[in-house]
């Protein structure tokens, strides 16, 4: 009976053209050896394989597109290949697959199936900035994006304040890069004066700025995250 192939979960950049500064040896030698990959969008996974020069004729690479909206009897499907000897490879569209991303499904079914998973090195917004910003690094909570509506994003912020200084638990969150500003306004209204946000941006880009500063302190100096990919973080020091 044939060994079945490899699940390679392959980190992205998280900022544009980084990649052949930020990714080891191993990373870019597993995406050489790989010839089939799961992607969140063929257009952004393409631009980072060739951003790394590794001499890859995209032509030849195969890519099957795996979102939130993928059903889940297609995931399944789309691991096929590895059940027959193929090794796979999973790209999100920044940063590591399975965090915050829809590769964690097909990690899901991997296990089902008896298939390999190999997580390789890579950035981590999250990670990157919880390390940077002075706060609880033993006890955290991400929860990815906060609500929409206003009403429920309010509530969301007052919940995950109670939780910081109840618990002393580091919390982390995002938004869209559009909305971050319209997040920031609504924190800075909400949170106590006293109460320490840490706000992480352009991580591993040229642009990067990481701040930890009581929120009345946030409020002289406003800054302006539209369109910035960015991460934000409550906590104590």
Not at 77 to 87: F, M, N, R, V, Y
Not at 108 to 115: K, N, P, S, T, V
Not at 144 to 173: M, S
Not at 202 to 216: D, F, R, S
């Amino acid at each position: 009976m044939k060994a079945k192939g490899i699940l390679y979960l392959i980190p992205n950049v998280l900022a544009l053209e980084t990649g052949p500064d930020i990714m080891g040896p191993v990373v870019k030698n597993v995406i050489s050896a790989t010839s089939h990959f799961l992607v969140e969008d063929f257009r952004t996974a393409r631009r980072y394989i060739s951003s790394l020069k590794l001499g890859i004729n995209l032509e030849e690479v195969h890519m099957e597109k795996l979102d939130k909206s993928t059903p889940d009897p297609q995931v399944r499907k789309l691991l096929e290949p590895a059940l027959h000897g193929q090794d796979l490879g999973i790209l999100s569209d920044a940063g590591c697959p399975g965090i915050a991303d829809p590769g964690a499904r097909a990690v899901a079914w991997a296990h089902r199936l008896g298939i390999r998973v190999v997580p390789l090195p890579g950035p981590s917004s999250m990670f990157l900035a919880l390390m940077a910003s002075g706060f609880n690094g033993q006890s955290f909570t991400f929860s990815g994006y906060l609500p929409i509506e206003r009403k429920d994003r309010i509530k969301a912020i007052k919940a995950l304040e109670t939780k910081v200084i109840g618990e002393n638990t580091t919390q982390l969150f995002m938004e869209t890069p559009f909305r971050n500003n319209r997040l920031l306004e609504d924190l800075l209204e909400q949170l106590n004066p006293q109460t320490l946000l840490c706000i992480a941006s352009e991580l591993t880009g040229e642009g990067e700025n990481i701040q930890t500063k009581k929120v009345a302190d946030w409020r002289k100096e406003k800054p302006d995250l539209h369109k910035i990919p960015a991460v934000f973080l409550i906590g104590l020091s």
